[in-house]
């Protein structure tokens, strides 16, 4: 390679969380957080000796949030209502290099989020529990790209939600609800060729009916869901070539699926936990500028997940765990062509906790399997899967 390829990213998380009880079981919830992340990349894309092609890229992105929360009680309802507000600034350099031409992208880009909440838990009977919750929001993104005229963009959206629960026994119930969900649109802010396109926000309705609960002595605690997702407006991400990335949002997809996730205690120190998750997901209609992918699946969505693990925790305060994880093969593709392979990796833990620390080693991919995605980016790129890993973890909580 003639381009040397590294990753350096830093970042910083800052919060505060100020409740106060205001009597009559009414109490108040302020959170207020900080975000600042930075990220630099340099890639070589034409995985040559020679110097042909290559990207570079330097971004920063922070983020000021605010949440006001109330919380209280009515009758036989317990509820919450709130307001939320967010602004960030995103600050881009792109750099990117094919044969003897560079091209150099900066741009600034802002957002805005306001939007109010609420919840409601109506207690019907002791048995019986409805769930109704709402959330409107207005969100705005603006780009400001050197050398391109100014875009900014507007949407506002209502996200409602429905549920109905039944306690058939104690600490175990049934469930269904409804609920709609969007994830805000934006600019390509990678494409100056097509001047920075907007996508559109996606929109999903899901829909869910489970059990949950604890049984045997509260020795087995398990979860069982089954769930269908109607999404329209669908934001695709297309990599034509290396270095070349846009989203598209024409699409329309449906997923449904099932979930299953069970520990139980084979003694005091002794557990298993397993769980494992079919999930089918197409598009029902998308369409390039090359072909059409009705029906096909979509890309990095395994059919099959799963996971089986046992742990020992000790009464002095370590513990030993081991896992086996693994998942169905991925279509790297809307045209279903490249895949990367099914998987079954090992990983190992152990530590040992005093007080607010905690001490602990791990090694993943034990048995250092290889799982590589050939064909990433419409054929260019193997994505090599991680080798096996060992580390140490320090934790201190406060």
Excluded: C
């Excluded at 969900?181 to 996508?199: C, E």
């Excluded at 392979?341 to 048995?367: D, F, I, P």
Aim: aromatic share 12%; proline share 3%; net charge negative.
């Amino acid at each position: 390679s003639g381009t040397d390829s590294w990753n350096r990213s830093w970042g910083q998380t800052l919060s505060l969380n100020i409740g106060h009880s205001l009597g009559d079981d009414l109490n108040l919830r302020s959170i207020t957080a900080y975000n600042d992340f930075h990220d630099r990349i340099q890639q070589d894309t034409d995985f040559l000796p020679a110097n042909l092609s290559m990207i570079a890229r330097d971004l920063r992105l922070r983020t000021l949030s605010q949440e006001l929360r109330l919380e209280g009680q009515w009758g036989l309802a317990d509820w919450l209502a709130g307001v939320y507000a967010d602004s960030s600034e995103n600050d881009l350099r792109n750099v990117s290099q094919r044969g003897p031409f560079v091209q150099e992208l900066r741009l600034d880009q802002s957002s805005r989020t306001l939007a109010a909440f609420s919840h409601w838990n109506l207690h019907l009977t002791p048995d019986w529990t409805l769930s109704l919750g709402g959330r409107v929001e207005r969100y705005r993104v603006g780009i400001d790209p050197r050398g391109d005229a100014n875009q900014s963009r507007s949407w506002s959206s209502f996200s409602p939600k429905v549920a109905l629960q039944y306690a058939f026994a104690e600490q175990n119930q049934v469930y269904l609800s409804a609920s709609k969900g969007v994830r805000n649109g934006g600019f390509n802010v990678l494409s100056a060729a097509t001047h920075y396109a907007a996508f559109e926000p996606e929109k999903v309705w899901s829909y869910e009916l489970g059990i949950k609960g604890r049984t045997l002595e509260e020795r087995l605690r398990y979860s069982l869901a089954a769930y269908y997702m109607d999404v329209t407006d669908m934001q695709v991400m297309q990599m034509p070539s290396p270095g070349v990335q846009y989203i598209t949002s024409a699409a329309s997809a449906t997923s449904k699926g099932l979930d299953l996730d069970a520990e139980y205690l084979l003694s005091a120190r002794w557990s298993v936990q397993t769980g494992l998750a079919w999930n089918r997901t197409r598009f029902d209609s998308f369409q390039d500028g090359r072909a059409r992918y009705d029906g096909h699946h979509n890309p990095f969505a395994p059919d099959l997940t799963g996971y089986l693990g046992l742990r020992y925790d000790d009464p002095e305060g370590w513990y030993v765990q081991g896992n086996l994880v693994g998942s169905d093969k991925v279509y790297l593709d809307a045209a279903n062509q490249y895949t990367r392979n099914g998987y079954a990796l090992v990983n190992l833990s152990a530590g040992v906790r005093y007080e607010q620390w905690e001490l602990s080693g791990y090694v993943n991919n034990l048995a250092d399997r290889e799982y590589d995605a050939v064909g990433y980016q419409n054929g260019f790129i193997t994505v090599y899967s991680p080798p096996r890993e060992l580390g140490v973890r320090v934790t201190w909580k406060l």
